[in-house]
């Protein structure tokens, strides 16, 4: 069973982690984390199963960690982080307490682990939420990461371009999504000019192959590493929190199709146990975000390694 969800106790910190799988360097980078208000991660948590595993009323401190591939003489980075969302956090979600919030360290880990941002020459953007392109752009509105070559899905594109927060309900959604749509648009406006939209499951790059696994957004996709004889997986925001393996029937409220995140997630979860693959979570602490998921019951659990 899973443990008692703790709550981070000081700001996170630049820093990564190397983990070598055959002839491919797997580099995790952390870009921070915020705490977000529990309810939009937990809403769907019964009572029951909130006292059982102690979970947070209020807030909840979600790490934002992001992976580079190194294959041959390419640098593959999947998303390009959160930018200063976190910084302080207000921005984003009000009214929390947010003294542990710190987003914007993509670059100062990238360079703690002796690499330059104009390294990067491929860019693949899972899902188009702030998280993961936030950090598109500098504080002069320049490319962070100047020469890449950036991937997304076209249905992704086309979403978030054509979005319409009159399509929310409540006005306090309405809000949110505004700020969804507009960080969304920016990042994507910035590289019009250098990207390929994709229209499925589909390699690009050897041995690296983006999958489509549509739920969280209409378009989210993972990263599939092929090395080693092995299959890695990065599922960016397929789980947004462990809880979520051990129990999938309580997915987060932040889904956006929850039914097909639900089959999506399954699915995964099945393979991923099969293949006693290595996968990566955006949001699946501890650092470095690694782990494996296992048969628990009826359902799963995760295993970081």
Not at 101 to 120: F, K, M, Q, W
Not at 175 to 194: C, P, S, V, Y
Request: glycine content about 10%; hydrophobic content about 40%; charged content about 20%.
């Amino acid at each position: 069973m899973m443990k008692t969800v703790k709550q981070q106790v000081k700001p996170p910190a630049a820093q990564f982690h190397r983990q070598v799988i055959g002839e491919v360097e797997l580099i995790a980078l952390s870009d921070g984390g915020i705490n977000y208000p529990a309810a939009m991660i937990f809403g769907n948590v019964p009572p029951e199963g909130a006292t059982r595993y102690d979970l947070p009323g209020r807030q909840l401190f979600l790490p934002y960690t992001l992976l580079l591939i190194r294959s041959g003489r390419s640098l593959t980075l999947c998303d390009v982080g959160a930018g200063d969302l976190g910084n302080p956090g207000d921005q984003a979600f009000p009214g929390l307490d947010h003294r542990t919030s710190r987003t914007n360290l993509l670059v100062p880990s990238l360079l703690a682990a002796g690499i330059d941002p104009g390294e990067i020459n491929i860019v693949l953007i899972t899902h188009a939420h702030p998280d993961h392109v936030g950090g598109m752009l500098d504080a002069e509105d320049r490319l962070v990461f100047p020469n890449a070559h950036y991937t997304i899905a076209q249905r992704e594109w086309d979403y978030w371009m054509a979005a319409d927060p009159a399509t929310a309900g409540a006005a306090a959604l309405r809000g949110h999504l505004e700020q969804l749509i507009a960080t969304a648009r920016k990042a994507l406006d910035a590289i019009a000019g250098r990207v390929t939209l994709v229209q499925g499951d589909e390699e690009v790059a050897p041995g690296i192959r983006l999958e489509s696994t549509p739920g969280h957004t209409l378009g989210h996709m993972m990263v599939t590493i092929a090395a080693g004889g092995q299959t890695v997986y990065n599922i960016s925001d397929l789980v947004v929190h462990p809880l979520f393996i051990e129990h999938p029937q309580w997915a987060p409220t932040i889904d956006m199709d929850a039914g097909q995140a639900d089959a999506v997630r399954r699915r995964f979860f099945a393979r991923a146990t099969e293949e006693n693959a290595l996968v990566f979570g955006h949001h699946l602490g501890p650092f470095p975000n690694f782990g494996r998921i296992t048969q628990w019951g009826d359902a799963w659990r995760w295993q970081p390694t």
